[in-house]
């Protein structure tokens, strides 16, 4: 080796050196860029150097490293001149093709370089040749390094070579550069993740609720942030609410969630976070904006808020339905015989809000879904919204499942069947509008203080009869069955279904034993004002078939149907049968007798 050349050789391995240490010792991206630059130009004895990137979008190059330049310089090129990134490695401004055909690109002359596009800041800056050598890796090219000289220059074979094995070092200092950003970037993202979640967490683990969550939340972001559950209902807000448009809020009933789905999203002019709970989304979280602008930290900061709020919503869910089967043990106790004036019941009744001295209404609704009787899934769903009906009622009303049927102790002031009313309408209401609910029926007892029992058979025997009646899915009041809401008051259904017995005890017993509907027949012909023909449609029937079917319940019954006694008596008896079916069967269970 001519002695010459050592000290040459020397620099060049004392400069790559540098770059690997630099690397090694952890030094940031933006530092090793600038390294390079500076390396280039000192070896290379330029006037000065620059690093070219792409931006995010690959349109054009920015220059990230640079060397002889000043700061302000490089951002308002960056910002007002960026290099364009052509297609092709055939046109444009020298970086776009050194990187696109990932070979060397110089130019001796920039003056006599037809349409350079960039002659501007060439002219501004002061330089008349470069050259650009593309950084190469193994996954393509990353950029390009730039050399600048303020003169007239031909870059040799030998010049283009060095600057070729730098820009390799380079592009591998870079890379590695990179990848230690992105840890260090990955490794505080998630100290301060944690952090956030830790904050989250701690507010909901002291007491703060949905509300300090949402306060928590909105300082993080420093946005407003509302709290909405699945039917609409603000669970709480911080600062301004973002008031979702009323489109925004036509979606938010629906719990379902779709495979996959984002937990982030976008809805209207909003930021949304689903919260979920047991598969279901069960509440959002609203704030303005859009979640692609979003900040990684903040996103990460919703998605805590996600999960702490799923956590405090089940704490909340866990509490209410334990409270809940202690509302439903206090009911059924009730409603087996336990005394309500009792000290113990009454000292039961008082922790859970209510008060068994007043005199209480009992309401009891049935519910339908499909034509049939509501799953036991459905009638939980229509209790819990029954349950927020009645926290926000004082006196508290009790309200509880009771086998097949919602249940309520609904407390009264006033008294008269038009004070009985307004109860349990706004009751049927709140429990027809649950999810999978077709219809309801309440049936209001009269008020009662310490005999509840009587009071819950005479409403489910209500119940029984209006729906013998073809009257569902509203409020019955005693009032409203006329004779047969006397019957009920009476309360003993043997008596009752004695004197039924005894008129038509021989048709129930023969359809019993011969799978026949004569006494839904003789019911239809009696609903129907004696009418054939209109019996006959009512019971998709032949008018022959109902001619018959008359003349066999009159000679079981010894009835003479075309007497208006006999018809008085036969109507009595089916009011009397029903009155006694519903005060006979109290839990719901199937009439012993077919009808």
């Known amino acids: 080796m001519d002695s010459r050349e050592a000290p040459g050789l020397r620099r060049w391995l004392a400069a790559i050196s540098a770059l690997t240490a630099a690397v090694n010792a952890g030094t940031g991206l933006r530092d090793v860029l600038d390294l390079v630059a500076a390396t280039a130009k000192e070896l ?33 090129v960056n910002s007002d001149r960026p290099v364009p990134l052509e297609a092709d490695a055939t046109g444009g401004a020298p970086s776009s093709r050194a990187f696109r055909s990932a070979r060397p690109c110089a130019i001796a002359d920039i003056s006599r370089e037809p349409n350079f596009i960039w002659g501007g800041v060439a002219r501004e800056q002061g330089y008349r040749s470069m050259l650009s050598v593309p950084l190469i890796t193994a996954s393509g090219v990353i950029g390009t390094l730039n050399s600048y000289r303020s003169a007239v220059h031909e870059f040799g074979p030998e010049e283009i070579e060095r600057l070729q094995l730098l820009a390799e070092h380079a592009a591998l200092a870079i890379t590695s550069a990179r990848v230690l950003d992105d840890l260090r970037h990955q490794r505080d993202l998630m100290i301060r993740s944690e952090k956030i979640h830790e904050r989250l967490l701690r507010v909901a683990v002291r007491g703060g609720g949905v509300e300090g969550i949402a306060g928590a939340l909105r300082d993080l972001l420093g946005v407003p942030v509302l709290v909405q559950d699945v039917r609409g209902e603000i669970l709480a807000y911080a600062g301004e609410p ?8 036509l979606t938010v009933g629906n719990g379902r969630r779709a495979p996959g ?7 209207g002019r909003h930021v949304v976070v689903d919260v979920i709970l047991e598969g279901e989304v069960t509440a959002r979280v609203w704030i303005p904006g859009q979640a692609g602008s979003l900040a990684p930290l903040d996103r990460r900061a919703l998605e805590h808020a996600s999960i702490v709020l799923s956590l405090e919503l089940l704490r909340r869910r866990t509490a209410l339905e334990v409270e809940q089967n202690l509302r439903g043990d206090l009911l059924t106790d009730l409603l087996a015989g ?9 000292d039961r009744a008082r922790l859970l809000g209510h008060d068994l001295t007043r005199d209480h209404l009992i309401l009891v609704a049935q519910l339908t879904a499909g034509g049939r009787p509501a799953p036991a899934s459905t009638i939980q769903r229509a209790l819990a919204d029954a349950a927020r009906l009645a926290a926000a009622v004082r006196p508290r009303p009790l309200v509880a499942v009771h086998r097949d049927v919602i249940v309520a102790l609904w407390p009264v002031e006033a008294t008269g069947p038009a004070a009985h009313r307004p109860a349990a309408d706004a009751l049927r209401r709140v429990v027809a509008s649950a999810h999978g609910v077709d219809d309801v029926t309440i049936a209001v007892s009269s008020p009662a203080q310490r005999d509840v029992v009587s009071a819950y058979r005479t409403a489910r025997g209500a119940l029984a ?9 509203t409020t019955i009041t005693l009032d409203d069955l006329g004779v047969a809401g006397l019957l009920l008051q009476l309360g003993d ?12 005890g021989t048709l129930i017993d023969y359809d019993r034993d011969h799978g026949t509907a004569l006494l839904r027949t003789l019911r239809a012909y009696l609903d129907s004002c004696l009418d054939r023909r209109v019996t006959a449609r009512t019971l998709t029937l032949h008018p022959n078939t109902v001619s018959q079917r ?4 009159e000679a079981l019954t010894s009835l003479d149907l075309r007497s208006s006694q006999a018809v008085v008596d036969a109507r009595t008896a089916l009011i009397v049968l029903d009155v006694a079916e519903g005060t006979d069967r109290p839990e719901g269970s ?4 077919p009808f």
């Open 242 to 249: 973002p008031a979702p448009d009323a489109r925004d809020l």
């Open 44 to 76: 290379l004895g330029l006037d000065f150097c620059g690093v070219l990137v792409p931006d995010a979008a690959e349109r054009t190059l920015v220059i990230a490293g640079w060397s002889g330049l000043t700061e302000e310089y490089v951002a308002r």
């Open 338 to 346: 336990s005394d309500p004036g009792s000290s113990s019941v009454r």
């Open 465 to 473: 009869v209006a729906g013998h009646a073809g009257r569902s899915g």
């Open 493 to 504: 259904p043997a008596r009752l279904r004695a004197y039924a017995d005894r008129t038509l």
């Open 261 to 267: 789905a984002e937990i982030v999203h976008e809805q």
């Open 550 to 553: 008359l003349r066999r319940i």
């Open 590 to 593: 199937t009439t012993s007798r």
